[in-house]
């Protein structure tokens, strides 16, 4: 585990006073002990790092951790029960985001000797800030997923189903490294392109269409978030437009995003733009997120966002305005966060894609 991670919790530790903190999430326990099994509770106490898991991956969650005790998960709490008298915790923290009411439930009525006190995002807002290794992980996310692209947009043609194309995408992905895609991949043609989050069907690409196309590889643990925006042919005029004023309201955000910014002014700035050129009503979600381990993690960036951007957050700008039955325009980078400036992560341009 790295001392400095490791700090940070037990800083919580210290701040609420508590003996220990148990950890759920599995994204967590990823980032705190590099294990990244599908059953895992991590008990982080004043002293000892312990690992509880099954004994699937016993042996590999010996392997992936280093200065972390490894404990087989067996009925009755076994061995957390064992924990909780061998350290005499009497007070307990943990994710009540990501802990089932039953099990919490369980806690509560097989270890009366402890008080447990629930914690909400707060190990999540430690990973706002990424590390060197983080965002060379994340840079190969994203030079795996775009070389993808660049492959499959060549054959994205009329007579392509939606799902043809983000099938190639996700298999393209795979073969470059990537573990998998870090998200459902999402191809929307047409007036599909209207729908923000719209599954890929069997709509077959017609002559006139605008595309979205929004992908992601996970590489080492992390991921990669990007859209691009597709005319194939000349679409209505309104698509032109939207796409011109979609484009503008980026380089905004990407222009303005520094240390110290309050999130809510870069999403003001985005939402403003667009709802100056008249369709504010047709961009109905945020202006992008922070992205790592999972492809949406803190920070938001919306109008009720609190906070502001630090150095070395990673996150995603990605302006989009959709019109029922007509289609739509979303264009995403990824950036990283440093003083002065921004680095924008991904390198496709984002200005125009015509076929």
């Not at 309050?262 to 939402?271: E, G």
Request: net charge negative; aromatic share 10%.
């Amino acid at each position: 585990m790295k001392s400095e991670r490791l700090e940070k919790i037990k800083h919580l530790i210290h701040r609420y006073e508590l003996d220990a903190i148990l950890i759920k999430s599995l994204e967590n326990i990823f980032y705190l002990s590099g294990f990244r099994g599908s059953d895992g509770l991590l008990v982080v106490t004043r002293g000892d790092v312990i690992l509880i898991t099954d004994f699937r991956y016993i042996t590999y969650a010996k392997e992936a951790t280093e200065g972390v005790v490894i404990m087989e998960r067996k009925k009755d709490l076994y061995p957390l029960s064992t924990i909780v008298r061998d350290y005499d915790l009497k007070r307990v923290g943990f994710e009540s985001l990501y802990t089932p009411y039953a099990l919490y439930q369980e806690w509560q009525d097989k270890l009366k000797e402890c008080e447990f006190f629930p914690l909400r995002s707060e190990i999540d807002e430690v990973r706002r800030s990424k590390e060197p290794d983080e965002v060379d992980k994340i840079r190969n996310a994203v030079r795996i997923a775009e070389e993808a692209f660049m492959e499959v947009y060549e054959g994205i043609r009329p007579g392509k189903s939606e799902k043809e194309i983000a099938a190639e995408l996700d298999f393209a992905m795979i073969r470059r490294g990537a573990e998998k895609p870090s998200f459902d991949t999402i191809v929307a043609a047409g007036e599909r392109s209207a729908l923000p989050h719209a599954k890929p069907s069997n709509r077959k690409i017609k002559e006139g269409d605008v595309v979205i196309v929004d992908f992601g590889a996970q590489y080492e643990g992390y991921c990669s978030d990007e859209t691009c925006t597709i005319f194939v042919g000349n679409p209505p005029n309104l698509l032109w437009e939207i796409h011109e004023i979609v484009y503008e309201a980026k380089q905004r955000a990407l222009d303005a995003i520094s240390v110290g910014i309050p999130l809510k002014k870069i999403d003001s700035i985005v939402r403003g733009y667009i709802e100056e050129k008249g369709y504010g009503s047709y961009f109905g979600h945020g202006t992008g997120h922070g992205i790592g381990i999972n492809v949406h993690e803190l920070p938001q960036i919306n109008e009720t966002a609190e906070g502001v951007f630090e150095e070395n957050m990673v996150v995603t700008i990605e302006p989009g305005i959709y019109i029922p039955n007509v289609g739509g325009v979303r264009l995403e980078d990824m950036v990283l966060v440093r003083e002065g400036y921004s680095t924008v992560l991904t390198g496709i341009r984002k200005d125009l894609f015509l076929l």
